[in-house]
């Protein structure tokens, strides 16, 4: 099985910027892709970005030129590097992890941006 446990999240200032991270804590099965999803009150979940084993790496619309994921393979931890923020990336960011079984997700983390 795999779990993940996720850390950084908090209250940031309008351009601020944090960083999550994001670590599966089983070594012994093959990790694919791994990244992030948010979701805020009363909105869907979408995409925020998402990094593949070989690297490659993909972000959603809101994550453009602000955000950069990255990611250690043999700890199998993800990062996600946030910049710029503002108060619409308030919001639950939910770390994922795709293996050989079904997409594990992390609990959550709270990232709140004030104005």
């Known amino acids: 099985q795999v779990q993940l446990v996720e850390s950084g999240g908090g209250l940031v200032q309008a351009g601020g910027s944090l960083r999550l991270s994001c670590a599966a804590s089983?070594?012994?099965?093959?990790?694919?892709?791994m990244g992030w999803y948010r979701q805020a009150p009363g909105k869907q979940r979408e995409l925020v970005a998402t990094i593949r084993s070989a690297g490659r790496t993909d972000y959603g619309d809101s994550a453009k030129g602000r955000f950069s994921i990255s990611r250690r393979n043999a700890k199998n931890t993800v990062y996600l590097q946030m910049a710029s923020l503002k108060p619409e990336d308030t919001a639950v960011y939910y770390c994922?992890?795709?293996?050989?079984?079904?997409?594990?997700w992390g609990q959550g983390t709270q990232v709140t941006v004030s104005s």
């Open positions: 089983s070594s012994s099965f093959s990790i694919n892709a």
């Open positions: 994922y992890a795709d293996w050989l079984g079904p997409r594990v």
